[in-house]
């Protein structure tokens, strides 16, 4: 059974400054998606990265994609309270023949105080 | 292209009582997904449709909870004789087929008395 494990589960920050979320995993997946939930809204995709090494910035957050494709992180420079929320990672199971299901880690609360 | 949309968005019942979603999936999407969401969870996989066709299920979906997607749109999860432990946030998601990206609804918040 593939999981995902994601850390710090809480992370509670001034505005300005800078943090990184890690999602870990024994296995190996095809591609590691990140997304953004707000309390009483579904999850809002912000990247999907596929290849070892990958790097990808969306203005102050940048998502790096292990070597091995094993893990993940997620680091947002500068954190402001719109960045507050649910940060979840998830990954495509190789083992469902093709269904495309989402395996999801526990997700980081993040809370950026003014 | 009005994205996912999920109703009711909350729904209260009593123990006991059957209660149905339903997901609008996005148009072109043929592929419809359910997971269910606990507080301070990540999602979990519940069922998948590709068009009218259910090709997956989780151990997690017992006898009490049925989803159909009857004409390849829309989709509708029943829970029948709800218990307490199935009070959660249920969310749909749709994607095309071969797609990475899966666009998530707004969910049913389910509260179980």
């Given at each position: 059974?593939?999981?995902l494990?994601?850390?710090?589960?809480?992370l509670?920050?001034?505005?300005?400054?800078?943090?990184?979320?890690y999602?870990n995993?024994?296995?190996?997946f095809?591609?590691?998606?990140?997304?953004?939930q707000e309390?009483g809204?579904?999850?809002?995709?912000?990247?999907?990265?596929?290849?070892?090494?990958?790097?990808?910035?969306?203005?102050?957050?940048?998502?790096?994609?292990?070597d091995?494709?094993?893990d993940?992180?997620l680091?947002i420079t500068?954190?402001?309270p719109?960045?507050?929320?649910?940060?979840?990672c998830?990954g495509?199971?190789?083992g469902?023949?093709?269904?495309?299901?989402?395996?999801?880690g526990?997700?980081?609360?993040l809370?950026?105080?003014p | 292209?009005?994205?996912?949309?999920?109703?009711?968005r909350?729904?209260?019942?009593?123990?006991?009582?059957?209660?149905t979603?339903?997901c609008?999936?996005i148009?072109?999407?043929?592929?419809l997904?359910?997971y269910?969401?606990?507080?301070?969870?990540?999602?979990?996989?519940?069922?998948?449709?590709?068009?009218e066709?259910?090709?997956?299920?989780?151990?997690?979906?017992?006898?009490r909870?049925?989803?159909?997607?009857?004409k390849?749109?829309?989709?509708t999860?029943?829970?029948?004789?709800?218990?307490?432990?199935?009070?959660?946030m249920?969310?749909?998601?749709?994607?095309?087929p071969?797609?990475?990206?899966q666009?998530?609804?707004?969910?049913t918040?389910?509260?179980?008395?």
């Amino acid at each position: 059974t593939q999981l995902l494990e994601q850390s710090p589960q809480f992370l509670s920050i001034q505005e300005g400054e800078n943090l990184t979320v890690y999602c870990n995993s024994s296995s190996v997946f095809s591609s590691l998606q990140w997304y953004r939930q707000e309390p009483g809204e579904g999850p809002v995709l912000l990247v999907t990265v596929v290849t070892g090494g990958e790097v990808k910035k969306l203005k102050r957050l940048t998502f790096q994609f292990g070597d091995a494709r094993k893990d993940s992180s997620l680091h947002i420079t500068a954190a402001q309270p719109g960045d507050t929320g649910l940060y979840l990672c998830a990954g495509r199971d190789i083992g469902s023949s093709n269904t495309g299901k989402l395996i999801f880690g526990q997700g980081t609360t993040l809370q950026v105080k003014p | 292209d009005t994205g996912v949309s999920q109703n009711p968005r909350h729904k209260i019942t009593k123990r006991g009582q059957n209660v149905t979603f339903r997901c609008d999936p996005i148009s072109e999407h043929n592929r419809l997904y359910w997971y269910r969401q606990t507080l301070g969870q990540g999602p979990e996989f519940l069922t998948y449709f590709q068009n009218e066709a259910q090709l997956e299920k989780s151990r997690l979906l017992s006898d009490r909870f049925s989803a159909e997607r009857p004409k390849g749109s829309f989709s509708t999860l029943e829970i029948q004789r709800t218990e307490q432990g199935d009070s959660a946030m249920y969310l749909c998601a749709s994607s095309l087929p071969g797609w990475n990206e899966q666009f998530f609804g707004p969910g049913t918040r389910l509260t179980v008395l």
